[in-house]
């Protein structure tokens, strides 16, 4: 766009000192412009779950957390389901187009993936991780620990398509979103009870920041440095969760909340210290807990019409493997696409929130 509004001007100003001045500005503003955008963000990472995973899942032979069959993607382009478990884009999408990256963050094993894919980086994520490695192994899908196994390799490809200096350069100015969590409480800690016989919530969320802590410091020994880190949304205000504890009229289950709020602001001071101990470090917390939680107190505000159900099928239940081709979706605007992922829409205002408050501080 600039170059282009450069090459206009130019022409029309083509005589006279005055002129020759005012080219010089345009000209030194235009590549100060172009030089900011191609320095900002080389590439994007996602590491995480199903929040940010778009499409690893489908290559993970074991697991039924899967999202690559209709009417996961009807408002995708192409209305393909991808993998991601969502009707459109996922926040990491909206977020890598609005750092000027590219529009879409492609999955690491999607082998339809070209070089320069790779380049401007790809999601690690794997639905149905958490920081708790055992979340993983309980739905058969990837940890955080095998997501970086799997970054380390992206490494090596990196290598040999750009060369060790530009491939050290993009992963020290890139930009690391970090979204997982979620399904520690969701599943790990309410759903399954191994971990509630032997902790409580306060215990529970130590070993959650446990793994929270360790991944950043390896992410950081591998050379990242721009590290953007989400708190857990307010889970009790997903459909399942209604459906699950919220009783006959399905309120939100306020002890979710609860123990969601206790990890958050452990994340919160943890991700503080952190960012003091590692040198050149930009650390961000990212809270899009107070994000969701205005989505769905101002829903009206922002065009929502229905928020306590998702859009698949009744939007009680469904999600994954229940949200199939077999299901109705609605018509209207949802907040939720099923009982447990936001819908596009969501996304996008999270994502647009995201970057207006904190990326102009991102250093
Ligand atoms: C799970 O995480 C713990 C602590 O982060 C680590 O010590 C352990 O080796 C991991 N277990 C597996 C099976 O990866
Ligand atoms: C962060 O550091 C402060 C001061 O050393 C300490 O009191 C606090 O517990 C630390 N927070 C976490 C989550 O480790
Ligand atoms: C709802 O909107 C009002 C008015 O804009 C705002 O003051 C309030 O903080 C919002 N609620 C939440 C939970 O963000």
Not at 84 to 106: H, I, M, Q, S, W
Not at 168 to 177: A, E, G, L, Q, R
Not at 324 to 352: G, M, Q
Request: with cysteine.
């Amino acid at each position: 766009m600039s170059s282009v509004s450069c090459t206009w001007r130019r022409q029309r100003h083509s005589n006279g000192i005055l002129a020759m001045g005012f080219q010089l500005c345009i000209l030194v503003s235009c590549y100060t412009i172009a030089r900011a955008k191609m320095s900002s963000v080389p590439a994007v990472f996602a590491f995480g779950d199903s929040i940010v995973d778009s499409g690893n899942n489908n290559h993970l032979p074991l697991t039924f957390i899967k999202a690559n069959f209709p009417p996961n993607g009807k408002d995708f382009e192409g209305r393909k389901a991808t993998g991601r478990f969502c009707n459109g884009r996922l926040p990491t999408d909206f977020l890598a187009e609005k750092l000027g990256v590219k529009k879409y963050l492609p999955a690491y094993l999607d082998n339809s993936i070209e070089e320069e894919d790779l380049v401007t980086g790809v999601s690690f994520a794997s639905a149905g991780s958490g920081y708790d490695n055992m979340t993983a192994s309980l739905v058969l899908t990837r940890s955080l620990e095998h997501q970086l196994e799997w970054f380390k390799e992206y490494r090596g490809k990196m290598n040999k398509i750009v060369g060790v200096e530009r491939t050290d350069f993009i992963i020290s100015n890139s930009v690391y979103f970090i979204v997982t969590g979620s399904c520690d409480l969701a599943n790990t800690y309410f759903t399954f009870p191994f971990r509630r016989m032997f902790q409580d919530a306060d215990s529970y969320t130590d070993t959650m920041l446990h793994g929270a802590n360790t991944f950043v410091k390896l992410l950081y020994e591998m050379g990242a440095r721009k590290i953007a880190v989400s708190n857990v949304p307010p889970l009790g205000y997903l459909p399942i969760q209604r459906t699950l504890r919220g009783g006959l009229t399905r309120q939100c289950p306020r002890y979710s909340n609860e123990a969601v709020q206790l990890f958050n602001n452990k994340l919160e001071s943890s991700l503080r210290n952190l960012s003091a101990q590692l040198h050149d470090s930009s650390l961000l917390y990212l809270d899009t807990y107070n994000f969701f939680l205005d989505l769905v107190v101002n829903s009206t505000k922002y065009g929502f019409e229905v928020v306590d159900r998702g859009c698949c099928g009744s939007g009680l239940v469904e999600a994954g493997p229940l949200c199939n081709v077999f299901t109705l979706t609605c018509k209207r605007k949802y907040l939720f696409w099923d009982s447990f992922h936001p819908s596009e829409a969501a996304y996008e205002l999270i994502a647009s929130r995201t970057i207006e408050t904190y990326f102009p501080h991102f250093s």
